[in-house]
């Protein structure tokens, strides 16, 4: 049977997009863990806080979309810093699992909260992308996921520089590598944790808004954080390259396995390859490797 290359070219261009908005998410994950070593099983939680917070502002309160969707990250930005210094500051020195259960906690009651104001029925956000046809050669690629891509693209790149020469991002790296060492030079450590967690939280809710804008929102919109898990560990839970790296691989493997075997393959494909590459590359394929002296 002769390959369409046309179908293949616009399947990989889809699952590129959507692999963009993984690694946008995946970014808000590392963020936390490269800073404060906490896995936050909350995050698909948090893009769904963002996107139910567009949605008041934008349809509820009849604000314009740019007014609603700043105001989703300030509400995000807030969220993060109260979480952060009443519940996991407190948190500092427990068992990692007591830390990891607590966000799984936070997540279910973002659940809770969001189904008591907006009821867990499904919602549409207001519409705010182009809807412009984009054709890259023959190949068709739809607007929403297009231009998603493009906004998750230039957040990234910004995060990025920022990462490298802002004087908080400097810190935030410094306290990732050793937090006894940024002590010692004056550096804000248990600011830096804040920082860190009002950055993730404003990214997630970004991601939010993207990924609702494409599908609709719905109160089990926190799905999308197990895919994000995936990207995470197979990139490397303390990479930011390895997030940008492993969304693309994971959003590509979904779509290709999706459009060529089936919808129900998807997550089978998944996990095969997250079982893949745990199986050569423990710690992902950028994760930093971790000797201990026993």
């Not at 502002?57 to 993060?80: D, E, I, S, T």
């Not at 189904?115 to 739809?142: K, Q, S, V, Y």
Request: hydrophobic share 60%; with cysteine; glycine share 14%.
């Amino acid at each position: 049977m002769e390959m369409d290359w046309l179908l293949l070219a616009e399947v990989s261009l889809a699952g590129l997009g959507t692999g963009g908005l993984y690694a946008l998410t995946a970014l808000a994950f590392v963020i936390i863990y490269k800073a404060t070593r906490v896995v936050n099983l909350a995050i698909g939680e948090i893009l769904m806080l963002g996107a139910y917070a567009f949605f008041g502002l934008a349809a509820g309160w009849a604000l314009p979309w740019w007014v609603a969707a700043l105001g989703a990250l300030a509400v995000a930005g807030v969220f993060g810093a109260v979480v952060e210094r009443t519940i996991i500051r407190p948190m500092l020195g427990e068992s990692p699992i007591s830390v990891f259960m607590v966000t799984v906690g936070l997540g279910s009651m973002l659940v809770g909260v969001v189904e008591l104001i907006w009821t867990a029925d499904p919602h549409r956000l207001p519409e705010f992308m182009p809807n412009t046809p984009i054709l890259i050669g023959d190949a068709f690629l739809a607007p929403k996921i297009g231009y998603g891509f493009m906004v998750a693209a230039a957040v990234i790149a910004v995060f990025v520089l920022l990462f490298r020469f802002w004087r908080g991002g400097v810190a935030l790296r410094a306290t990732a590598s050793d937090q006894a060492a940024a002590y010692s030079v004056g550096i804000n450590v248990p600011g830096v944790f804040s920082l860190a967690w009002i950055v993730a939280c404003m990214v997630a809710a970004g991601a939010g808004i993207l990924v609702g804008s494409i599908g609709g929102i719905s109160s089990t919109m926190g799905v999308f954080g197990l895919s994000v898990l995936v990207v995470v560990i197979v990139g490397g839970l303390d990479s930011v390259p390895g997030a940008l790296v492993a969304g693309l691989l994971v959003g590509l493997v979904e779509a290709l396995a999706g459009a060529y075997l089936g919808g129900e393959f998807k997550l089978l494909a998944t996990f095969s390859l997250l079982v893949a590459v745990l199986m050569v590359h423990p710690y992902g394929l950028f994760g930093t490797r971790e000797i201990e002296r026993l």
